[in-house]
């Protein structure tokens, strides 16, 4: 099996340095990384968590349009511009830019649902588990990037006796094959399938890429 580490996705980085690690001030660079909103009290007044647990302010906030709501994923561009608030762990950032990152539950697969979630190949760019979600970085070839990614727990076979909880994720293109390639990320919320989880759980990701081979993806993980 195939074990990716938890790496973070970094889009446009020219620094690559974790801020968690080094608790001066960096007002010069930037991070690229994905976050969830929290506490937001209005679409321009919000809080964001890190993966790693970090929770930061954006003081100053150059994308002042963005709906934000709690719960929401996104991919955020920020610069640090403080250390520990009131001795906390919260820190004060620019806000250089913010996307919204689509967000899916795990979907058990059954017979009356099979057909719909598909089985079209799929290649991984990185994927890795961050604030109790699966995060894929992908490609997929068509047109534009309308294909429906599901991470399905399939509930058509016997479970399997290894005690892992085996996962497959399952594209349905919906006839958009071109040869046109395209990156997209997704996050699945492994809370709506471990909802009472307290101990580590071994999960394994099986993917099936464009050459016919599949990839198992091993992971460990914790409900936080």
């Known amino acids: 099996m195939k074990k990716i580490g938890l790496a973070g996705i970094l889009l446009m980085i020219l620094v690559l340095t974790s801020c968690d690690k080094d608790e001066r001030s960096y007002s010069d660079n930037f991070w690229v990384t994905l976050a969830t909103v929290r506490q937001a009290s209005s679409t321009s007044i919000f809080s964001l968590q890190l993966d790693n647990g970090l929770l930061v302010w954006p003081i100053e906030n150059r994308v002042p349009d963005f ?14 511009l403080s250390d520990s ?57 068509g047109e534009k ?3 429906a990614i599901n991470l399905v727990y399939n509930t058509t076979i016997a479970a399997n006796a290894d005690g892992k909880t085996h996962f497959e994720l399952h594209q349905n293109n919906n006839g958009d094959a071109s040869g046109n390639r395209n990156k997209a990320i997704i996050s699945y919320d492994l809370r709506s399938f471990f909802q009472n989880g307290v101990s580590p759980v071994q999960i394994v990701i099986e993917v099936k890429n464009y050459t016919g081979s599949v990839t198992n993806y091993l992971f460990t993980y914790k409900y936080n």
């Open 145 to 147: 990037i309308k294909q």
């Open 67 to 80: 709906m934000a709501s709690s719960g929401q994923r996104v991919m955020i561009n920020y610069t640090l």
């Open 85 to 141: 608030v009131s001795g906390s762990q919260k820190r004060e950032i620019r806000l250089n830019s913010i996307g919204d990152v689509m967000t899916k539950q795990v979907i058990r697969m059954t017979t009356a649902n099979k057909d719909s979630i598909g089985n079209d190949p799929l290649d991984i760019d990185e994927i890795w588990i961050g604030g109790n979600y699966l995060n894929v970085s992908f490609f997929s070839n």
